[in-house]
């Protein structure tokens, strides 16, 4: 269970403006600014949840990770994780996490990676057994096989990020913080990496927090959203009742020959051109299959498609609705 | 325990593949060390009443320094605990149930360890097969050499302690390399002109501060220079230095922790 309440973390910035003569006055007197990282945030998360973290950049999303990690003390405001304070009691409490930062490595460098596992499972005092038994598991759900051998130097990003996932879960952590752990990966890589993840949730009912910026990975793996903008909680909710509040309208792509079908009321034109017809449908006045009859019914039609709005168009609705 | 042995482990075997640095850094100490005796035998030769050592003594002083340089320079080997801090690294490292002060520790004195190791054998065996004057000797008594056997460890274990405070202070100046800290922990631990050379005010003082406990204390117990009571007295000075440059360390970065801040996102 982990449950924030009313947390505050600023931080102190050097800021200057450009050029030689800023830079000099910068030597006697500096300028700081205080950012308000965080301002009251507060939320509780059950065991075995999956949460996606969402927000645009520097809204405070790594801050509140690095909290929930031990790694950051706030001003105010209360953090508790199954029963622990994580900056107060930070040894006891990270033996029972998982973290991967997907923009930093925790792999020894020059050595190979299954020389870093097996200083992690000292480190943790991971029982022998349990080692070898959640290694084997990794290994094949992950597909690390010879990459374990390589030094971490000589990985791709994907299958260092693979390496870096399995290392953060050889001590069968209850709860696993994952910071942007598809970033630059590639569309294979990441559906991998989706997929263990969903796995690893089901199976073992490890507690997933996950900030990203890749709507897909939300719309694969959570089915519950925070948003934050400005260091503020700003939604709480299911993607389904997001996407909804956002808008319910369905976009049908349709393709035709000859003559344009005729568009009758409660369908919007896109975009019309070279046969290709992009309409804005509301479902509450047109359903989509009365839709498709009517279009049908005066054109000769190749193809359709109807989609409904995605997860990306939806943050970026709620981005622009909360000025964030 | 053993996972900081395992950490001790680690850091060494790394330390131990640098090979080509350890033959730059030897061909270094041999050079270093013959000009720096041959300069000091043309002092002795000019008036040996005015100088403070026995010859031989400083003799044996300077090639223990070349031979165990990496052991007790104040320089470079707290480099991955600056590096974690410039880089923001140190979030993963505070996500590891371990204490952070006795990481450092434990990885700046394997990474002395490991440097020495590769070192010290060619050096002290061409120093021993050398024509007298430039020869090492052995030590004066079995006394002098347990004593000797004492004041190593605790010597690395003071310049060690205080490595780490000059690492924690990273935390407020995003340095990687604090000067001042280093280059008169050098100078006065004896790294460029051994203490007795110095004026007699000066160094009674030096010899009291941290940094006479450091490479001072054995290299001079070595060869009898501090001989007896005085070596007893001396290793007792590292013990208090040791304790005291750890609880300061220790809580200087409960303080840092406090005040830590990841950089680059």
């Known amino acids: ?324 | 325990m053993k996972k900081y042995a395992a950490l001790f482990k680690i850091r060494f075997i790394n330390g131990l593949q640098y090979r080509a640095a350890a033959a730059a850094g030897l061909s270094t100490q041999f050079a270093w060390g013959f000009m720096e005796i041959l300069a000091f035998s043309a002092f002795y030769r000019a008036n040996p009443a005015a100088f403070p050592m026995e010859f031989s003594h400083l003799v044996s002083y300077i090639w223990i320094q070349q031979a165990f340089l990496a052991l007790f320079a104040p320089w470079g080997s707290g480099g991955d605990a600056v590096e974690a801090i410039v880089s923001g690294n140190i979030a993963y490292d505070l996500t590891r149930p371990l204490d952070i002060y006795n990481r450092w520790f434990i990885e700046t004195a394997a990474n002395r360890v490991a440097r020495a190791a590769l070192r010290c054998t060619p050096v002290l065996f061409v120093a021993f097969i050398l024509p007298p004057p430039l020869k090492m000797t052995l030590p004066p008594s079995l006394f002098q050499l347990s004593m000797f056997v004492l004041a190593v460890p605790l010597g690395l274990c003071v310049v060690t302690a205080y490595s780490v405070i000059d690492s924690i202070s990273t935390f407020y100046t995003m340095s990687r390399y604090n000067a001042i800290f280093v280059i008169m922990a050098d100078f006065f631990a004896g790294g460029y002109i051994p203490l007795p050379f110095f004026p007699e005010p000066v160094r009674k003082v030096v010899e009291l501060t941290p940094f006479g406990a450091m490479q001072n204390m054995p290299l001079r117990i070595y060869s009898g220079d501090i001989a007896g009571p005085d070596a007893v007295k001396g290793v007792v000075l590292q013990i208090f230095w040791f304790a005291a440059l750890l609880l300061a360390g220790k809580m200087l970065m409960r303080k840092s922790l406090k005040r830590v801040v990841s950089q680059g996102g």
């Open chain 1, 1 to 324: 269970m982990i449950t924030l309440s009313n947390i505050n973390k600023t931080f102190k910035v050097a800021k200057r403006q450009a050029g030689f003569g800023r830079a000099v006055k910068a030597l006697f007197s500096r300028e700081h600014e205080l950012v308000r990282a965080l301002t009251d945030v507060s939320f509780r998360i059950g065991d075995g949840e999956m949460v996606g973290y969402i927000g645009p950049n520097g809204a405070g999303k790594s801050t509140t990770i690095k909290i929930m990690c031990g790694i950051l003390t706030p001003e105010s405001g209360a953090c508790e994780i199954d029963g622990r304070t994580p900056w107060k009691e930070r040894v006891a409490h990270v033996r029972e996490i998982g973290v991967v930062f997907g923009q930093r490595s925790q792999l020894w460098w020059d050595v190979p990676v299954v020389d870093s596992f097996e200083l992690i499972r000292d480190i943790y005092k991971v029982d022998e057994k349990l080692y070898k038994r959640n290694l084997d598991e990794l290994a094949a759900l992950l597909d690390l096989g010879e990459l374990m051998k390589t030094p971490a130097r000589s990985l791709s990003l994907g299958q260092r990020m693979r390496c870096e996932i399995a290392a953060s879960l050889l001590h069968s952590p209850k709860t696993l913080f994952l910071d942007e752990p598809t970033i630059g990966l590639d569309a294979v890589s990441k559906i991998a990496v989706r997929q263990f993840i969903k796995k690893l949730n089901a199976e073992h009912g490890t507690t997933v927090i996950l900030t990203t910026h890749d709507m897909q990975d939300i719309e694969a793996l959570t089915e519950r959203i925070l948003l934050i903008g400005k260091g503020r909680i700003l939604l709480d909710g299911s993607l389904e009742e997001l996407k909804k509040r956002s808008s319910e309208r369905k976009t049908l792509v349709v393709e035709y020959k000859g003559a344009a079908p005729e568009i009758c009321f409660g369908m919007a034109v896109r975009e019309d051109k070279d046969g290709r017809l992009v309409i804005s449908l509301d479902p509450s006045i047109l359903s989509v299959s009365d839709a498709i009859t009517s279009l049908a019914a005066g054109a000769e039609i190749t193809d359709v498609s109807v989609s409904g709005v995605t997860a990306e168009e939806m943050v970026a609705s709620l981005y622009k609705e909360y000025r964030i």
